[in-house]
């Protein structure tokens, strides 16, 4: 069997971190014995390995030094907190590739899961208890003490501890402390000490945002600014925060209790077992295939308010397993996520709505329950469940429905209104359904006319070679056949046919009310009478905890599911959910670009299909874990950087691993005036967002420049720009609404308390950008807050936050007005570029007529731009064309062969063992056998995973030194490149 991936990875990261392993060995006696071990040095030889170090356990009264077989190891695990100080080149051996290919394994399921288990569990510390003083020696009894503290199988506690020692910290009660920042500190249990490396300061992200109230802020921008720090968190706090810099060290409490282990174990038996994996999951691990055969269910729209790109949204997210929808501000991100559900619902499908925070649940939760049919309102049959607030919410939701629902009973026939409905919606239905033919139709007419330009690159280069003239008479009655193809379909707009449909949307509401009648009719029956007691219990707990009950079982939430089935909650709540069987049809995860990958994959697998929908442009996932923690684990399990915790959010990692399923762009921007968006199109989005709002005014964009200084020296305030913006807010008719957003909360306290005493009947919404994520008004005023006494970190944080710049100014329908301090930006700035000065700069310039012809300066990539027409073809057919070219023999092709036949390698070769396994995906070869192009179609793997990748080196040797051609063809260009096997094995066989 081997040795465990567990085993090799935890002394991998041993060997790089310098942390003690906990073993569980065999010894000769066949025995187990349980020890701490300090790696000293590695007898190489793959599973037969000895390993030479030394040993400590709670029974010795020193240490030995030993060697251990590797083989005999049960279990390893690293002991965060201590430290193995002996000097050795084992960080380099380690690294020589055989020793390495073998302490690494290919990335697969386990490892990534496994992964995201131990970023979770470093992340949340909860409590803060004094435990030691400044002492650096310890006793035996003191050593054994901290390593007991230290030494936990996570897999069965709900707590653990780490060592630190105090920079700075708040006090809280007589035993515990805030930290704020900290040092790590490592027990060393061989020179029975405590050791720590003062040069490396960690800030707590979580204490952090919280006390300053930012959710976001980088807390590195306090590096050498503690003042700064304190001065922030004083100015936010309801009572005078006592801060606490003595020298002491303490431990930290981490919470467990939200750790992922158990709900991924679910998911890993799954993966491994027999059953059948949810395309869903199979997306996240790069191992989607597109099925033979595709839906055609129909989609429904609530009001004419759509368009093409929210249509084929729509169409995708119904009739595919995965769809990826990226929605600029403005773009009617959240009414394309109603008509998905409507769609669901009326399919007879169950749908699971979540996102990453609760106010983005609430959005869509909130316009479904706003939804009408003629006079009365349409109570959604949905379901909000989560903390005990939002779950009241829902509660409270379901009664006011069923109430609602019994109050009109009377009044409602439901019989004929079924009736009626059945009358008129067959022909609503034709109409949807020729929505569905257009899209079928263009995509056919993509293909056709694809294969058409093929034919004519092949006509020209097949005319030039002796040999393949003759093929060209055979080429040219293909592309004939596919230009009588294109003849028969009709290339229609989307946009255009929903215009001639004439759809009748009140039929389409009828349908949802009378789904949402009979959903709340059926609660009054006697079957489900148990039900209505948990949802009228007097007690909210009682209510919560019978209805997870009944939730938490895959028989019981189908029979709920009956009466409601759209469920709303976040990423993380849905861990109530039941885990033996994907339990909803259909997974909509809004906010997906702000969405972290380990809750995500959680929510993932309660569903058959998904959608994920957002904005990476947008806010991005808030993470605490540090660095230093999440680059050892990086390290230790060999995690690409496309699953990198800290760095990507769930739509981005899928859409750089799914390569099958498109992302779609939802173009059409209807907030706000082609004068303020064209910044934020021309910078973040490649100019590809098509403005609606023709409307231009001279004042459009401003930008009111003012010379600041602290304000009662609370750092990150402006008094003249609080002054410049109630000049403003008094020229403002009263009609409009006006939200003031500024990137401090020390200038929104100050902001809103000058308001209320020169404009005390103004109506005006304050806040940081996260206060207005989703939100929209006539008028934003962005208050900059950087002047004269700012320190540069401050200037730091904002200058290219494109996502906080970007929600920002994406916010008003018709006036921006940026308010801010240009000279000592400039100053701060160092004469360097940013994305802040482009905006100032275009705001500060602005006229109305050349403002589309303003420099926005530095522009970003657009996250579908990868998904756009890739120019694999050309080097596929240059490549080609060079090969025939090389003299005019017949060509013929062959599909997939040995590297070691097609390279004939002998036996004494150095590679011959790898050549023995490994293929060619796709050949062509001269009359007489000669390879003359091999291609070979790579999946994300060869991106990402370092073995994939050494194995991949290891044939572009074997081919250099056979002087062979290799084209490598992206997983996303894989269709294309099938067809163009379909037109050329015929042609060269």
Not at 88 to 111: A, R
Not at 802 to 823: H, M, S, W
Request: charged content about 30%; hydrophobic content about 35%.
């Amino acid at each position: 069997m081997g040795v465990s991936f567990k085993i090799r990875s935890s002394i991998k990261r041993a060997v790089e971190t310098g942390e003690l392993l906990y073993l569980d060995y065999i010894n000769k006696s066949e025995t187990n014995t349980f020890y701490f071990f300090g790696i000293k040095s590695i007898s190489f030889d793959g599973d037969n390995s000895k390993i030479t170090g030394l040993s400590y356990n709670y029974q010795y009264k020193g240490y030995k030094q030993i060697t251990i077989d590797l083989e005999r190891i049960k279990d390893a695990r690293c002991v965060e907190g201590t430290k193995n100080f002996i000097k050795s080149d084992l960080k380099k051996f380690i690294k020589v590739p055989k020793v390495n290919n073998y302490f690494t394994d290919e990335i697969n399921e386990k490892h990534i899961l496994n992964y995201y288990i131990d970023c979770i569990e470093n992340t949340d510390d909860v409590s803060y208890v004094n435990t030691y003083k400044k002492r650096m020696k310890l006793n035996k009894e003191e050593v054994d003490n901290i390593l007991k503290m230290l030494n936990v199988n996570q897999d069965k506690v709900k707590e653990k501890y780490k060592l630190a020692f105090n920079v700075l910290s708040i006090s809280n009660f007589e035993k515990e402390i805030i930290p704020l920042v900290y040092i790590a500190v490592s027990l060393n249990v061989f020179n029975q000490e405590i050791t720590m490396d003062t040069n490396e300061q960690v800030f707590h992200q979580r204490n952090i945002a919280k006390l300053t109230k930012t959710p976001d802020i980088d807390s590195s921008i306090f590096k050498g600014n503690l003042e700064q720090l304190q001065e922030q968190i004083k100015s936010v706090a309801t009572h005078e925060p006592v801060f606490e810099e003595n020298p002491q060290i303490f431990k930290l409490k981490i919470d467990l209790s939200l750790s992922p282990r158990k709900d991924y174990q679910k998911i890993k038996d799954i993966i491994y077992s027999k059953n059948e994996v949810t395309p869903v999951i199979k997306a996240f691990f790069g191992k989607y295939q597109k099925p033979l055969l595709s839906n055609n269910k129909n989609i429904y729209f609530i009001d004419n308010k759509v368009n093409a790109d929210q249509v084929m949204a729509t169409h995708s997210v119904i009739n595919n397993d995965l769809t990826y929808v990226q929605g600029p501000p403005g773009t009617g991100k959240s009414a394309t996520i109603v008509n998905m559900i409507v769609s669901s619902v009326l399919n007879n499908e169950t749908t699971l709505v979540t996102s990453y925070t609760n106010s983005a649940v609430d959005n869509i939760f909130n316009k479904l329950r706003h939804l009408k049919y003629k006079d009365y309102y349409i109570p959604v049959p949905m379901m909000r469940i989560g903390s005990a607030d939002y779950f009241k919410k829902g509660l409270s939701y379901i009664k006011k429905a069923h109430k609602y629902i019994e109050s009109i009973k009377s009044e409602i026939n439901i019989t004929k209104l079924k009736e009626e409905y059945k009358s008129k919606i067959g022909k609503e239905i034709e109409k949807l359904l020729r929505i569905n033919t257009i899209i079928d139709e263009n995509v056919k007419l993509q293909d056709v006319e694809t294969k058409i330009d093929y034919y004519d690159k092949l006509i020209e280069i097949f005319t030039n070679n002796k040999s393949l003239k003759g093929k060209v008479e055979t080429i040219m009655k293909s592309r004939a056949a596919q230009k009588g193809q294109l003849t028969k379909i009709t290339k229609r707009s989307i946009d255009n046919i929903l215009d001639e449909l004439d759809i009748d949307f009140e039929v389409i509401l009828l349908g949802l009310f009378i789904k949402s009648f009979e959903s709340f009719t059926k609660l009054s029956d006697e079957k489900y009478s148990y039900l209505r007691e948990i949802i009228y219990s007097s007690s909210i707990e009682d209510s919560r905890k019978g209805l997870y009950q009944e939730c938490s079982l895959s028989l019981n939430l189908s029979q709920i599911q009956n009466l409601f089935p759209i469920f709303l909650t976040t990423n993380i709540s849905t861990r109530s959910l039941p885990f033996d069987k994907p339990t909803f049809d259909l997974l909509i995860m809004d906010e997906a670009g702000q969405c972290e990958n380990a809750f995500a994959i959680i929510a993932m697998s309660k569903a058959n299909r998904a959608a994920f929908i957002g904005d990476p442009n947008q806010l991005l996932p808030v993470v605490t874990l540090s660095d230093t923690t999440n680059n050892n684990l990086v390290y230790q399990y060999s995690i690409p950087e496309v699953y990198n915790y800290k760095k990507t959010s769930i739509l981005q990692t899928l859409n750089q691993i799914d390569f099958i399923n498109d992302l779609i762009l939802l173009k059409k921007h209807y907030r706000c005036r082609k004068s303020i968006v064209n910044f934020a199109n021309k910078k973040y989005y490649n100019g590809s967002l098509d403005i609606q709002v023709e409307k231009i005014e001279e004042e459009d964009c401003k930008f009111i420049n003012v010379d600041s200084v602290f304000y009662e020296k609370k750092k990150n305030t402006s008094l003249p720009e609080a002054i410049a913006i109630i000049n403003e807010l008094e020229k403002i008719p009263a009609d409009k609404s006006v939200g003031i957003i500024s990137p401090y909360r020390n200038q929104t306290l100050l902001i809103d308390k000058k308001i209320k005493e020169h404009l005390p009947n103004s109506n005006v919404s304050i806040g940081t950008v996260h206060k207005f994520q989703g939100l929209e008004k006539d008028i934003i005023l962005l208050s900059l807050a950087i002047g004269k006494d700012s320190y540069k970190g401050s200037y730091d944080w904002i200058k290219d936050n494109r996502q906080l710049i970007n929600v920002a100014t994406t916010r008003p329908k018709e006036k921006l007005i940026v308010v801010g301090d240009l000279t000592s930006i400039e100053n701060l700035s160092n004469g360097e570029d940013s994305d802040i000065k482009d905006l100032i700069s275009y705001t500060g310039k602005y006229k109305s007529e050349t403002f589309t012809q303003a420099d926005v300066g530095k522009k970003y990539s657009n996250l579908t731009s990868k998904h756009l027409y890739t120019k694999f073809e050309d080097l596929f057919f240059d490549t080609l064309q060079r090969v025939l070219n090389i003299n005019h023999k017949t060509f013929k092709i062959n599909g997939q062969t040995d590297v070691k036949q097609v390279l004939n390698i002998h036996r004494g070769h150095p590679l011959y063992e790898y050549a023995t396994r490994a293929s060619f995906d796709f050949l062509i070869l001269d009359k007489k056998n000669n390879v003359k192009l091999a291609i070979e179609l790579c999946g994300v793997e060869h991106r990402y995973d370092p073995i994939v990748i050494k194995r991949d080196e290891m044939k572009n040797k074997l081919a250099k030194e056979s002087g062979l051609k290799i084209i490598y063809i992206n997983n996303r260009d894989a269709r294309r490149y099938r067809m163009l096997k379909e037109i050329l094995i015929p042609l060269l066989k």
